[in-house]
């Protein structure tokens, strides 16, 4: 095996981790920290929950609610300029993927100075970055874990990705009660989330056998306990997703991802559609693109989805990718490019596969795919 590193932050997991959140932080050496939320946190009361518990270890916090989904690149500057101003010391994110993507260009800011956008890319931050605790209110997005940061920039229309080690937060809290606030949606954006994250972190061209394992382990989870959850909110399945979006998250922060995240970041940047719409549209024909270069690890995946193994691997992996479909069907989401985008945006769609083709994840594909390749993936969708 070849040498590789796997980076994961302090992980905090289980049903009531929440409370822990004011220890994390005084070990951290917070005094006053910089709170990162949003209007959806505020309103589920988990926001208070958060101040009232570092409260009871005499914590002060300044309070920063300019975040919306798909955070832009002006708001992280605004909540830098905040945190700059007010002498915190510990920056803290609850939410999803966009609470915490803010808190992290935040972070940035903070110790390095500029523009988000000069951090565009991998490993261009230069300084350590102020200490991190990421409490994720979803099961998928995955930044809570992750070395990636993705934040939109309004000129350009695009999701940047920003990517490097220092963007791993000292400390992750998983509590897996928070879920039982979430509506259907949202627990089926995030689930759907994390498993195109591990399905790409699986078909990686720097996956080592450390990421592989927690790739299958996620698919398998979130195959098998999305559904019950979505119907019957049973804890049991919500655990299930929360470990499955763990697993995934550790997978793509250290294998990074390919073509159908590229696709998506470039799609919801232009028109500002979550990720969690795009992937049950793009992932499985990205997948079909794939095929041709990773029929083996297609076929793992499909033996997962399909539970069974078919005549050879070719056969598998294409019935795993029809399942795939059929589950995705069953959730009842958008499958259709077009149910998402307006018909006239279609003008738009060759500047996006060519904004896409300069997406860092697009150069961890297992193959390479040209601007060309992702506009047929584009109209094989609409």
């Given at each position: 095996?070849?040498?590789?590193?796997?980076?994961?932050?302090?992980?905090?997991?289980?049903?009531?981790?929440?409370?822990?959140?004011?220890?994390?932080?005084?070990?951290?050496?917070?005094?006053?920290?910089?709170?990162?939320?949003?209007?959806?946190?505020?309103e589920?009361?988990?926001?208070?929950?958060?101040?009232?518990?570092?409260?009871?270890?005499?914590?002060?916090?300044?309070?920063?609610?300019?975040?919306?989904?798909?955070?832009?690149?002006?708001?992280?500057?605004?909540?830098?300029?905040?945190?700059?101003?007010?002498?915190?010391?510990?920056?803290?994110?609850?939410?999803?993927?966009s609470p915490?993507?803010?808190?992290?260009?935040?972070?940035?800011?903070?110790?390095?100075?500029?523009?988000?956008?000069d951090?565009?890319?991998?490993?261009?931050?230069?300084?350590?970055?102020?200490?991190?605790?990421?409490?994720?209110?979803?099961?998928?997005?995955?930044?809570?874990?992750?070395?990636?940061?993705?934040?939109?920039?309004?000129?350009?229309?695009v999701?940047?990705?920003?990517?490097?080690?220092?963007?791993?937060?000292?400390?992750?809290?998983?509590?897996?009660?928070?879920?039982?606030?979430?509506?259907?949606?949202?627990?089926?954006?995030?689930?759907?989330?994390?498993?195109?994250?591990?399905?790409?972190?699986?078909?990686?061209?720097?996956?080592?056998?450390?990421?592989?394992?927690?790739?299958?382990?996620?698919?398998?989870?979130?195959?098998?306990?999305?559904?019950?959850?979505?119907?019957?909110?049973?804890?049991?399945?919500?655990?299930?997703?929360?470990?499955?979006?763990?697993?995934?998250?550790?997978?793509?922060?250290?294998?990074?991802?390919?073509?159908?995240?590229?696709?998506?970041?470039?799609?919801?940047?232009?028109?500002?559609?979550?990720?969690?719409?795009?992937?049950?549209?793009?992932?499985?024909?990205?997948?079909?693109?794939?095929?041709?270069?990773?029929?083996?690890?297609?076929?793992?995946?499909g033996?997962?989805?399909?539970?069974?193994?078919?005549?050879?691997?070719?056969d598998?992996?294409?019935?795993?990718?029809?399942?795939?479909?059929?589950?995705?069907?069953?959730?009842?989401?958008?499958?259709?490019?077009?149910?998402?985008?307006?018909?006239?945006?279609?003008?738009?769609?060759?500047?996006?596969?060519?904004m896409?083709?300069r997406?860092?994840?697009?150069?961890?594909?297992?193959?390479?795919a040209?601007?060309?390749?992702?506009?047929?993936?584009?109209?094989?969708?609409?």
């Amino acid at each position: 095996m070849e040498i590789t590193k796997f980076a994961v932050p302090e992980i905090i997991f289980g049903r009531g981790s929440l409370n822990y959140a004011g220890l994390c932080a005084r070990r951290l050496g917070a005094k006053k920290v910089f709170l990162v939320s949003d209007a959806g946190i505020e309103e589920a009361g988990w926001l208070q929950r958060l101040m009232n518990i570092l409260e009871k270890e005499g914590i002060e916090w300044v309070y920063y609610p300019g975040v919306t989904a798909n955070p832009r690149d002006f708001q992280v500057e605004q909540g830098a300029e905040l945190y700059r101003k007010n002498g915190t010391d510990v920056i803290i994110a609850i939410g999803g993927g966009s609470p915490i993507d803010t808190a992290k260009g935040i972070a940035i800011l903070a110790s390095n100075g500029g523009r988000i956008r000069d951090y565009e890319g991998a490993n261009k931050v230069q300084r350590a970055l102020p200490p991190m605790i990421c409490i994720t209110t979803t099961a998928g997005n995955g930044s809570d874990i992750s070395q990636f940061c993705i934040i939109t920039d309004v000129e350009r229309r695009v999701k940047m990705s920003i990517i490097t080690r220092t963007l791993i937060p000292n400390i992750s809290i998983v509590d897996p009660l928070i879920l039982r606030t979430k509506s259907k949606t949202l627990i089926i954006e995030s689930a759907v989330d994390a498993l195109a994250h591990a399905i790409e972190a699986y078909l990686s061209r720097i996956a080592s056998p450390f990421t592989e394992m927690h790739s299958l382990k996620a698919i398998e989870l979130i195959v098998g306990n999305l559904k019950d959850a979505v119907d019957t909110r049973s804890l049991d399945a919500l655990e299930q997703l929360s470990t499955a979006s763990v697993s995934a998250s550790m997978a793509f922060s250290n294998a990074s991802l390919g073509a159908e995240h590229a696709l998506a970041h470039s799609l919801g940047g232009h028109f500002d559609v979550s990720h969690g719409v795009l992937h049950p549209i793009l992932l499985t024909a990205v997948m079909r693109f794939n095929r041709k270069y990773a029929v083996q690890k297609m076929a793992d995946i499909g033996r997962i989805v399909l539970g069974e193994q078919l005549g050879s691997d070719l056969d598998t992996a294409q019935a795993g990718i029809e399942r795939l479909d059929q589950f995705f069907a069953g959730l009842e989401v958008s499958q259709r490019l077009r149910e998402v985008v307006e018909e006239e945006e279609w003008r738009y769609m060759e500047a996006i596969c060519k904004m896409a083709v300069r997406d860092a994840c697009n150069l961890t594909n297992p193959g390479p795919a040209t601007w060309r390749d992702f506009l047929k993936i584009c109209e094989e969708v609409w």
